[in-house]
């Protein structure tokens, strides 16, 4: 049982590449989001979906892309990355609002 | 944005020592509460979903409490290890599904 699975682990981008961050999910889980984690600020809504098709903006989505093409896959794309951006992102899925949230093990990106 | 506040930001204890913090959120249009533990350099981990008001839910030393009225939940560990040391993080989900994490209280226990 794979859960929620985050790739890549680690990445080094240079600013004003682009990328993506990709995440599944093998429990046919609606409900999908993408966090970042940076010292001091806890974990932070960037983007997230009720369904596929549908997606809405968390609380600091601007530099980010998503799409929820399939119920399985939520990627997250950095269209120009900024040093700002260098942070660990969770991915995380529910299966509805009120249940419990499994988190992948995260992505640790940095910007230089 | 819902506005979700924990208390104290950060807590240094004794092995063996109690202690409790704090979780307040708007009371208003309440679905349920979600606890996780965050170790650094980890995933952060379910401990309880909570939903009516008066809830009282417990995992071994750690247990929980909702008021959904007055918008407050409380998180208790008894006799604190140095294996409880983490960051707790609240979050109260919104119909839409939306879920915003407090900035969490973390705890560090000595031996």
């Known amino acids: 049982n794979a ?8 990445q080094v981008l ?22 970042r984690q940076d010292p001091g600020m806890g974990l932070r809504l960037i983007h997230y979906s009720v369904g596929a098709g549908i997606t809405d903006q968390g609380e600091v989505p601007n530099g980010y892309n998503v799409s929820r093409s399939t119920t399985e896959d939520f990627p997250l794309r950095l269209l120009s990355a900024a040093p700002s951006q260098t942070s660990v992102y969770f991915c995380a899925s529910s299966y509805s609002f009120g249940d419990t949230i499994y ?7 940095t910007v230089v | 944005i819902l ?3 924990q208390s104290p930001q950060s807590l240094h204890v004794q092995e063996g020592d109690s202690t409790n913090f704090t ?4 009371s208003s249009n309440f679905y349920a509460l979600h606890w996780y533990r965050w170790e650094t350099a980890k995933s952060p981990e ?3 979903v909570m939903t009516l008001n008066g809830d009282e839910k417990k995992k071994g030393r750690i247990s929980a409490t909702l008021n959904t009225k007055e918008g407050y939940s409380y998180l208790y560990i008894k006799g604190s290890q140095p294996e409880d040391s983490a960051t707790y ?7 839409t599904g939306k879920l915003i ?3 969490g209280t973390t705890l560090q226990v000595k031996p």
């Open chain 1, 3 to 10: 859960g929620v699975t985050q790739t890549p682990k680690f």
């Open chain 1, 14 to 35: 240079k600013t004003g590449q682009s990328m993506t961050l990709q995440c599944a999910q093998d429990m046919n889980h609606e409900y999908m989001s993408w966090y």
């Open chain 1, 103 to 109: 988190f992948g093990e995260g992505s640790w990106l």
């Open chain 2, 3 to 5: 506005n979700v506040e």
């Open chain 2, 23 to 26: 979780c307040s959120f708007p």
């Open chain 2, 46 to 48: 379910a401990l309880f």
């Open chain 2, 89 to 95: 993080l609240c979050a109260p989900p919104s119909n």
């Open chain 2, 101 to 103: 994490f407090g900035q």
